[in-house]
């Protein structure tokens, strides 16, 4: 009978220990967004190797990555806030979109990110950025997230 009783109590030790690391692991995600898209030049080429770099204003945290083949950039498990993107990539000026909103839970796609020799935006990416201004909530698709 002692041995039951020992493995009762172990049993339910470690199920105590499990419960409190799942729930650890789930509280720390909670606050968590993520943002993506396509960086492209005006003729909507992609641009490959172009550093993507968000920085958070009011905390200082930074996170940076870089494109892929496709000009493709993801950044995940980013805290939520208000955030600013840089872009720069050889032989393209610095492009920086400041005030970007991340919610709790959201994915973010910031596409048409177009940069140019000259390090100019153009009316696609303006236009896009004065929409996602409007409608913090939403994708650069347009749709919520």
Request: net charge neutral; glycine share 12%; charged share 15%.
């Amino acid at each position: 009978m002692p041995q039951q009783f020992v493995r009762i109590i172990w049993v339910v030790l470690l199920a105590l220990l499990g419960a409190t690391l799942f729930v650890g692991v789930a509280f720390s995600q909670i606050d968590r967004a993520n943002l993506n898209g396509t960086v492209t030049d005006p003729s909507g080429a992609s641009i490959p190797n172009a550093k993507v770099e968000v920085v958070a204003p009011d905390t200082g945290f930074k996170r940076q990555t870089t494109t892929g083949n496709s000009g493709v950039y993801s950044l995940s498990s980013l805290p939520t806030g208000t955030y600013d993107l840089t872009v720069s990539g050889e032989g393209f000026k610095t492009f920086v979109m400041e005030g970007i909103q991340l919610s709790v839970g959201q994915t973010r796609t910031v596409n048409e990110l177009h940069v140019d020799g000259a390090g100019h935006t153009t009316g696609a990416l303006v236009a896009l950025h004065r929409a996602l201004d409007r409608h913090p909530n939403r994708t650069s698709e347009g749709h919520p997230p």
